[in-house]
């Protein structure tokens, strides 16, 4: 494929209510958007013009991963699409790339998976857009339909958050996410299971905030039947998490930990991780998540798609990778209304607690280019340099 043009695109966006974890709250989502355009092959020995959309998942501050919108729009612009774009392709000319080989032809760069995962997004859609073919249909979707899970944040206090459960679950979400941390936690949970009862769907996530001092503390979430708890320990204790794992109820499962398939594995071989909880940005992209996918089902473990306040890009893109059948608990992959009032999409809606898998060429949705233009920040010429 060979690629005209790159740009970076930032949009601001208003959550539709406030979002806090245990590394802060958030009531706008700045999204980072790689657009590329190409002429593509269509495989059938033509060519078409087209235009791929990338999602870049770093928040604006690096709270939850080292990557954040600034970082990650500087090393695209001074590194990465330089590194990938510059090079002679087989022709002599620069700019020949193709989807698979991105990954590689970055690796001399270290880390920085969120901006590599954006700028193989890119390709990739403009490929497929170029063949006809979808992004489910590429990475081995077997289903039409995903059930959607919700993220809810920690609340000021117990009745709010079930006030704002209940309305979750009114809308028909098949799985609830509490966030939690040190001091909201063991009454958030014991409330919402009691309110909701048994059969409900109930996970925390506690995006790092505990020790394993804590490990007595956390053994009492053994009391509420949940299917994981995600992320209770800091990102590089492997060890801890496998130490608490072993002397737990509840299923542990990782996410910041793992940015690769060899984290992956050597979470599930050492018991740190009995779930994994498969992010593309955080693993440098669809690609590589399709692979810790692969890891999971051999071994037998569970694991779920999730989400990182996506635009309708990076939602469309997530569902289609839920849509493999090693996915086998809810993700976090819910309607474009959890978070905002205004997608730069089409937006993505509940149908029955679950999200439709797009079908069209590539992502199968694009920005609606008022809503971007209405949310634009900056827009910024990459590539040619
Ligand atoms: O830890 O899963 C997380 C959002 C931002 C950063 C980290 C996380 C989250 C969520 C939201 O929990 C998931 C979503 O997009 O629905
Ligand atoms: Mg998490």
Redo the contacts with the bound molecule.
């Keep these: 494929m060979q690629v005209h043009r790159i740009e970076l695109l930032q949009v601001r966006m208003p959550l539709v209510s406030p979002?806090t974890?245990s590394f802060g709250t958030q009531e706008t989502r700045l999204a980072l958007l790689v657009r590329v355009e190409a002429t593509a092959d269509d495989g059938r020995g033509g060519t078409s013009d087209v235009v791929g959309w990338g999602e870049c998942v770093a928040?604006e501050h690096p709270v939850?991963s080292a990557e954040y919108v600034a970082g990650c729009h500087h090393v695209l612009t001074h590194e990465l699409v330089p590194l990938l774009l510059a090079a002679p392709g087989p022709d002599g000319r620069p700019g020949d790339v193709n989807a698979d080989g991105v990954a590689t032809a970055l690796a001399p760069i270290v880390g920085h998976h969120m901006a590599k995962a954006a700028l193989e997004m890119a390709v990739l859609d403009a490929e497929l857009r170029g063949r006809g073919q979808s992004l489910a249909d590429h990475l081995g979707a077997t289903r039409t339909l995903v059930p959607s899970g919700?993220?809810v944040g920690i609340q000021d206090d117990v009745d709010t958050l079930v006030g704002v459960v209940g309305g979750y679950l009114d809308e028909g979400y098949v799985r609830i996410?509490l966030?939690v941390a040190p001091g909201h936690d063991l009454d958030l949970v014991r409330a919402v299971r009691t309110t909701f009862g048994d059969d409900l769907l109930l996970q925390v996530?506690a995006?790092a905030a505990y020790t394993l001092a804590d490990a007595d503390h956390l053994r009492r979430l053994d009391d509420f039947g949940l299917l994981l708890v995600?992320?209770p320990l800091a990102t590089d204790d492997l060890w801890e998490h496998a130490q608490l794992a072993r002397t737990m109820a509840t299923p542990i499962c990782l996410?910041?930990s793992i940015e690769s398939v060899a984290d992956a594995t050597a979470a599930i071989e050492m018991g740190a991780t009995t779930v994994v909880?498969i992010?593309p940005g955080r693993v440098g992209g669809y690609l590589e998540a399709v692979r810790i996918h692969d890891r999971c089902r051999e071994r037998g473990v569970d694991a779920w798609c999730?989400?990182?306040?996506?635009t309708g890009l990076g939602r469309a893109a997530n569902a289609a990778l839920a849509a493999l059948d090693g996915f086998t608990l809810p993700g976090?992959?819910?309607a474009s209304a959890?978070?905002f009032a205004e997608d730069i999409t089409e937006p993505f809606v509940l149908e029955d607690g679950h999200i439709r898998v797009p079908t069209g060429p590539g992502l199968g949705v694009a920005p609606v280019p008022e809503r971007l233009e209405g949310m634009l920040e900056r827009r910024d010429e990459v590539w040619p340099a």
């Design positions: 979002f974890t928040g939850y919700v993220s996410k966030k996530d995006n995600e992320q996410d910041e909880n992010k999730g989400g990182m306040l996506e976090d992959i819910s959890r978070f």
